[in-house]
């Protein structure tokens, strides 16, 4: 099945400075990939959609200058979390559809990374 | 909005013993409902998808069955193992650029 590399799994970083987390998918081309955000033991918490060549579109709370989300090319998206605090601590996870084999309707399988770990100190 | 329920939030059974996990959605409206497991610290792991045309989808010890008119899927275990032990959840799509909702899971463990 097709295959979404996140990077990196986990990491740990002082307050203050920034971080960049990769979401690759890797055998397929994702117009539109989700990024997510996860607290222990609650639900996925849908951030933001990442759109190939145009801006994201965030969901209501969440800061845009604070996630910054770069969709650079149909495989690669990218999100920086900007100038991190300890609350930011959490577990990102992003997602991708593989759009061509969802036909006109758009409606392929969805596959997730790995997630990353993120601990501001 | 779309909002899902998954019952139980929680099950522990003994290895061997067959499970059904229960989803149910409020909006009908979707292309197709995928079901994922997640394992503690890990992302999501595909395990079925079933288009809104289907009424079920198998693999392996996995079937899951959707009633897309009345806003509910149910995940069957067979012959659960202690490898089945994690959080899984369901995704009913409404596919292109909506955004896929789910909820909080049900965390399963299979006690050897």
């Known amino acids: 099945g097709a295959v979404v590399s996140q990077h990196p799994s986990r990491v740990i970083c002082k307050s203050g400075t920034s971080v960049k987390i990769e979401c690759r998918s890797l055998?397929?081309?994702?117009?539109?990939m989700f990024w997510y955000r996860q607290f222990p033991k609650k639900s996925l918490m849908l951030m933001a959609t990442?759109?190939?060549?145009?801006?994201?579109?965030?969901e209501q709370g969440v800061e845009k200058d604070k996630f910054l989300i770069n969709h650079a090319s149909l495989t690669l998206s990218t999100l920086t979390v900007t100038s991190a605090h300890p609350e930011d601590s959490s577990f990102y996870i992003c997602?991708?559809?593989?759009?061509?084999?969802?036909?006109?309707?758009?409606?392929?399988?969805?596959?997730f990374g790995e997630g990353s770990r993120l601990t501001v100190l | 909005k779309q909002e899902v329920t998954q019952i139980p939030a929680a099950l522990s059974v003994p290895e061997g013993e067959n499970l059904v996990l229960n989803c149910s959605f409020t909006?009908?409206?979707?292309?197709?409902l995928q079901w994922f497991r997640q394992d503690p610290g890990k992302g999501l792991t595909s395990l079925l998808l079933?288009?809104?045309?289907?009424r079920e989808q198998t693999s392996g010890r996995l079937n899951a069955s959707l009633d897309k008119s009345s806003g509910r899927s149910t995940l069957y275990i067979a012959a659960s193992q202690p490898g089945d032990s994690a959080t899984y959840l369901c995704?009913?799509?409404?596919?292109?650029?909506?955004?896929?909702?789910f909820g909080i899971g049900t965390k399963l463990q299979v006690i050897p």
């Open positions: 055998d397929f081309q994702a117009t539109t």
């Open positions: 990442s759109n190939e060549g145009s801006k994201a579109t965030y």
């Open positions: 997602s991708a559809r593989d759009e061509l084999a969802g036909g006109a309707q758009n409606t392929g399988e969805l596959f």
């Open positions: 079933i288009q809104s045309s289907q």
């Open positions: 909006d009908s409206a979707i292309y197709n």
């Open positions: 995704a009913p799509d409404s596919g292109g650029y909506q955004k896929v909702t």
